[in-house]
């Protein structure tokens, strides 16, 4: 790896005409290992640090080109999980491009603290580093431009539990040039850091970080005493306006504990529902589907008779109640025209669906009407379809006799029978309506 990367660096140097070529390749494994979940980290750390001192070579200004590298390709490698693995040699980049043209610089500081991780302190240890090099290459100007949520991120990171990123971010305060660049806007930082500083030194759990942040906020009463003395003021105020919530909140949850207390005892003495009156209802309900079931069971073998009566059932049992509704019908429909075998279904099975639902109760008369209606539409609709049929083939009755006496033939095979004179002797739609009424 080492030997590739510097010969990389040695083609970069001495052949002028591959270098966009090389920086495009560059840019292209950086912008894959950036977007593509679960990408292999190996080698981004070694063209970091070739890309670092490709950057240490740009002429000033800085090209467009080049200035894309930093906003495509190193600012969005924050967002990776793995940055300990090469956070140094990105680290390395940045600075460069900052060092290189300070117009760049605010987004940098822009872009690592809209990156900035949330719940990753080894993270977020690497990026209050980064940031406090980026703070010491800005102007006064520069920092009053990000100022607000600039010291809004360092006082959540001061007043974090995990103790090593507060004491990273407290040491923020020995670095000479940040405090002077502070100084000139002491009342807004005092206002930022204030409550932070005063959380840690009243609960944080760590004894070195209350003792920093004691230091701190001495510091900063030095700075300017007025503005200290007026934020004090506020957080002491925001304090109580917090424990006078907090104490209505729970005076409210009293207040509902007692009324259900109330309520329950009211239902005791009052006797309401018991869960045995719940089992009784389940019950009734229970006996009213069995009787119900009965009726129906009652009401299919009253169809089942009839129809085997119409369909000759006799001594072989083909047309018994245990064979069940399909082979009633089958056997109903053997060795009749289709005209004929339509008329007993409607004769048959319309008055048995108006007696099912007026003995139900469960529709009403024009319900049980429209069912009717909408069989004997079923019966014209199919008789009318079949007798364009004979119109347009030309079947006439002797051919029709023909077929049914080959549907004769065919008794002896009971698979052949349901196979083939289903097709000619029934429709499906009306078996299905029957069936249905039967159920």
């Known amino acids: 790896r080492e030997y590739v990367k510097t010969t990389l660096h040695k083609v970069y140097s001495r052949v002028t005409m591959l270098r966009p070529v090389l920086r495009k390749a560059v840019m292209d494994r950086l912008l894959f290992f950036t977007h593509t979940p679960g990408a292999a980290y190996v080698g981004i750390a070694e063209l970091l640090e070739i890309l670092g001192a490709i950057i240490n070579g740009f002429a000033v200004p800085l090209q467009h080109?080049?200035?894309?590298?930093?906003?495509?390709?190193?600012l969005p490698l924050h967002s990776a999980p793995v940055l300990w693995a090469y956070?140094?040699?990105?680290?390395?980049?940045?600075?460069?491009?900052?060092?290189?043209?300070?117009?760049?610089?605010?987004?940098?500081?822009?872009?690592?603290?809209?990156?900035?991780?949330?719940?990753?302190?080894?993270?977020?240890?690497?990026?209050?580093?980064?940031?406090?090099?980026?703070?010491?290459?800005?102007?006064?100007?520069?920092?009053?431009?990000?100022?607000?949520?600039?010291?809004?991120?360092?006082?959540?990171?001061?007043?974090?539990?995990?103790?090593?990123?507060?004491?990273?971010?407290?040491?923020?305060?020995?670095?000479?040039?940040?405090?002077?660049?502070?100084?000139?806007?002491?009342?807004?930082?005092?206002?930022?850091?204030?409550?932070?500083?005063?959380?840690?030194?009243?609960?944080?759990?760590?004894h070195s970080v209350q003792s920093i942040s004691e230091n701190v906020l001495e510091l900063l009463k030095e700075m300017d005493p007025e503005a200290y003395d007026a934020a004090a003021r506020q957080?002491?105020?925001?304090?109580?306006?917090?424990?006078?919530?907090?104490?209505?909140?729970?005076?409210?949850?009293?207040?509902?504990?007692?009324?259900?207390?109330?309520?329950?005892?009211?239902?005791?003495?009052?006797?309401v529902s018991s869960p045995d009156d719940g089992g009784a209802k389940a019950r009734a309900r229970t006996g009213c589907a069995s009787d119900g079931r009965d009726v129906a069971?009652?009401?299919?073998?009253?169809?089942?008779?009839?129809?085997?009566?119409?369909?000759?059932?006799?001594?072989?049992g083909c047309g018994s109640e245990s064979s069940g509704g399909e082979t009633g019908l089958r056997q109903l429909r053997i060795g009749r025209p289709r005209e004929t075998f339509y008329a007993e279904m409607n004769a048959v099975v319309v008055p048995i669906a108006k007696d099912r639902s007026c003995e139900e109760g469960n529709h009403t008369s024009s319900e049980a009407a429209a069912r009717a209606k909408e069989m004997e539409e079923k019966h014209a609709k199919h008789s009318q379809y079949h007798h364009q049929q004979q119109q347009l083939h030309g079947m006439d009755l002797a051919s029709s006799r023909g077929v049914e006496s080959r549907a004769e033939s065919q008794r002896s095979t009971p698979q052949s029978m349901s196979r083939n004179l289903s097709a000619i002797y029934f429709d499906d739609d009306l078996l299905s309506v029957a069936e249905e009424t039967m159920r």
């Open 235 to 271: 957080y002491d105020a925001v304090q109580r306006a917090q424990l006078v919530h907090s104490q209505r909140r729970q005076e409210r949850w009293d207040a509902v504990e007692s009324m259900a207390a109330s309520a329950a005892a009211k239902n005791i003495n009052t006797g």
């Open 65 to 74: 080109d080049h200035i894309k590298i930093l906003k495509q390709c190193l």
């Open 87 to 206: 956070h140094m040699e990105l680290s390395f980049c940045v600075l460069q491009f900052a060092e290189k043209d300070p117009g760049v610089l605010l987004d940098c500081i822009v872009g690592v603290l809209r990156r900035w991780p949330s719940f990753h302190s080894r993270r977020e240890a690497l990026f209050v580093n980064e940031l406090e090099e980026l703070i010491e290459l800005a102007q006064p100007e520069e920092i009053e431009l990000v100022l607000e949520p600039l010291f809004f991120r360092i006082a959540r990171c001061v007043s974090t539990p995990h103790f090593q990123v507060a004491e990273r971010a407290l040491f923020f305060w020995n670095n000479e040039y940040i405090v002077a660049s502070m100084s000139l806007f002491s009342e807004k930082v005092i206002d930022l850091m204030y409550p932070a500083l005063q959380n840690n030194l009243d609960s944080h759990w760590n």
């Open 297 to 316: 069971e009652g009401r299919t073998k009253e169809m089942l008779s009839i129809v085997n009566d119409r369909g000759g059932g006799g001594d072989d």
